[in-house]
């Protein structure tokens, strides 16, 4: 960084300003040093460059300075305002053009940071010390369209249905019309224990101009002293965002496989698309749709296809810009691919909602999900007489997220509570499931 101020005073002092006399020689207002180990006083340049403003507004070198001067001071939108008019002044202005790239990127403007910067490389009056920094810092910013991030985290706690176990110890049988009560084998009442998960997760994004590729995948597993509840599950994702603007787009495709008790359970894949508005007030409304394919691969004839189609925003409080909070509603279809499935197709809806907050030491989110389903036809003659099984499920996420600074900036402790209750009208769909864990993560 020495070294290209160095390089940026030499450059500056190129472009005099002999032709404005009414601006005063500006190396005087050049930064000194307060003490080795601070650096240079900044901002006390942009003072002494403010009392002269009005005499340099012709100056291409005074703007350069003025901005580099800014840009090292904290004051990233007026330092950019002060190197563009620099730049109009004399477009051939490395100074003002090598430090106007800088806080493009500072601004998030990758790509146009990118494009400055490559500007400069192809100028053949820059020093041979410039030109190896500039090239330099041009690999680095390209490095950034290209990121690759792992996690892994490790939580123990204590779950009180382990096996998802439905909450009655009896089911009600309907034979000839008459009620017949059966109690259910211990196999089938809820578990109860401790448990240790682990987690994997690595993510790649792909930036250009145009959009943003994600690629994720994720591999979990959850061990307890009832190995018939163990669970193994793989997941990935890819999706595409383009555009950034008043308007967005994104689509996408996933896999899950999930195995119970060491047997495969269940297998999804699906699609899904996103339209999303700049909206007002803090707020970005969307549509969306997705459609997953299901397999169950121990009851086959449950496969089915389900389509599900909603509307949501995403929303910053204006007047608590830490927080966040999104919302979404949609309606649900699922077709069986079995013309005999239990209950037929389904139907029903889905409301949820997330909300974040950043707290002096950590980030707390929860997450609330409420979902009803009824089936198109009676369920089974041997339950209820035949009637249509619908299924109400509630759950509530509650996380807490900390770095935990003493172990390193990428280490964060993890506390998850959860809750579902799902009800029906049928008592073996009735079950209740509460967990909490506690852990850490750490990312590389």
């Not at 340099?56 to 008019?85: H, K």
């Not at 994997?200 to 509840?229: C, I, K, W």
């Not at 369920?379 to 109400?392: D, I, K, M, T």
Request: aromatic share 10%; hydrophobic share 40%.
């Amino acid at each position: 960084m020495r070294k290209i101020l160095s390089v940026i005073f030499v450059l500056c002092s190129c472009w005099s300003s002999s032709v404005f006399s009414a601006c005063p020689e500006l190396s005087q207002f050049y930064p000194g040093n307060r003490a080795s180990e601070q650096g240079p006083d900044w901002q006390s340049s942009v003072d002494r460059l403010r009392e002269v403003f009005s005499e340099c507004l012709l100056s291409t070198e005074f703007f350069a300075l003025y901005g580099a001067s800014q840009l090292n001071a904290g004051q990233l939108s007026e330092a950019m305002e002060s190197l563009e008019r620099a730049l109009l002044l004399d477009p051939n202005n490395a100074a003002a053009l090598i430090d106007y790239s800088d806080a493009l990127l500072r601004d998030g403007q990758l790509f146009a940071a990118i494009d400055a910067n490559a500007l400069l490389q192809d100028r053949e009056d820059l020093p041979i010390d410039l030109r190896s920094l500039i090239e330099q810092r041009q690999r680095a910013w390209s490095g950034l369209t290209r990121q690759t991030s792992w996690q892994f985290d490790l939580l123990g706690g204590f779950d009180d249905n382990l096996n998802g176990a439905p909450d009655e110890d009896f089911v009600t049988l309907t034979l000839a019309g008459q009620p017949l009560l059966l109690t259910l084998n211990d196999e089938y009442r809820a578990v109860s224990g401790p448990f240790l998960t682990a987690r994997l997760q690595a993510r790649h994004q792909r930036l250009s101009p145009e959009y943003q590729d994600t690629f994720q995948g994720q591999v979990r597993g959850r061990q307890s002293n009832n190995a018939a509840s163990d669970v193994l599950q793989a997941a990935g994702r890819f999706s595409r965002l383009v555009g950034a603007g008043r308007t967005s787009r994104q689509w996408g495709a996933g896999l899950n496989h999930l195995l119970f008790s060491g047997q495969p359970l269940f297998t999804g894949t699906d699609a899904h698309y996103r339209f999303q508005l700049n909206g007002t007030a803090g707020c970005r409304p969307y549509l969306s749709g997705a459609l997953q394919h299901q397999v169950w691969h121990e009851q086959r004839r449950l496969d089915g296809i389900e389509a599900k189609l909603s509307f949501g925003s995403s929303c910053t409080l204006r007047t608590n810009s830490a927080q966040r909070i999104n919302f979404e509603a949609g309606a649900l279809h699922n077709a069986g691919l079995d013309a005999s499935r239990l209950g037929g197709n389904r139907d029903g809806w889905q409301l949820i909602a997330d909300w974040q907050i950043a707290l002096p030491r950590g980030v707390l989110t929860a997450q609330l999900n409420h979902t009803r389903l009824l089936d198109g036809r009676g369920f089974s003659p041997l339950l209820g007489n035949n009637v249509r099984r619908g299924v109400e499920r509630s759950s509530v996420l509650i996380q807490y997220r900390e770095t935990l600074r003493w172990l390193g900036d990428r280490t964060r402790l993890l506390v998850n509570v959860y809750h579902q209750d799902q009800n029906s009208n049928l008592g073996v769909f009735r079950t209740e499931d509460t967990s909490v864990e506690l852990g850490l993560s750490w990312q590389f």
